[in-house]
């Protein structure tokens, strides 16, 4: 039984190196006119202001935790984020989803 395990390791750790060494690799530089053709030139006058990813609670914001309305600071910090909806700047919270895990 042990032979026949060694026999069949042997022939797929066989099989995957010459797998890998029968891949061809195109030349980045190849590519590397037609890439930068298409890509258009990123806008270097913008400057962020703030993190990406960071979000504006703000009193409007409709806070839900399990389904009754709440304030921020009593939803506990085992709860789970099932929702949030932001506002047209992509920053402000316009009301966000909590529920407790189960």
Not at 9 to 24: E, G, R, Y
Not at 52 to 76: I, R, S, W
């Amino acid at each position: 039984m042990h032979r026949l395990l060694a026999v069949g390791f042997l022939c797929l750790s066989i099989t995957t190196q010459s797998d890998a060494a029968m891949t061809t690799v195109k030349s980045p530089s190849m590519r590397g006119d037609v890439i930068n053709a298409k890509m258009p030139k990123a806008a270097t006058t913008e400057a962020k202001t703030e993190p990406a990813g960071e979000y504006k609670l703000t009193d409007q914001t409709e806070v839900v935790y399990n389904g009754q309305p709440c304030e921020f600071k009593d939803v506990p910090s085992t709860a789970s984020v099932i929702r949030i909806d932001v506002g047209p700047d992509r920053k402000t919270l316009l009301r966000i989803e909590f529920r407790s895990k189960k």
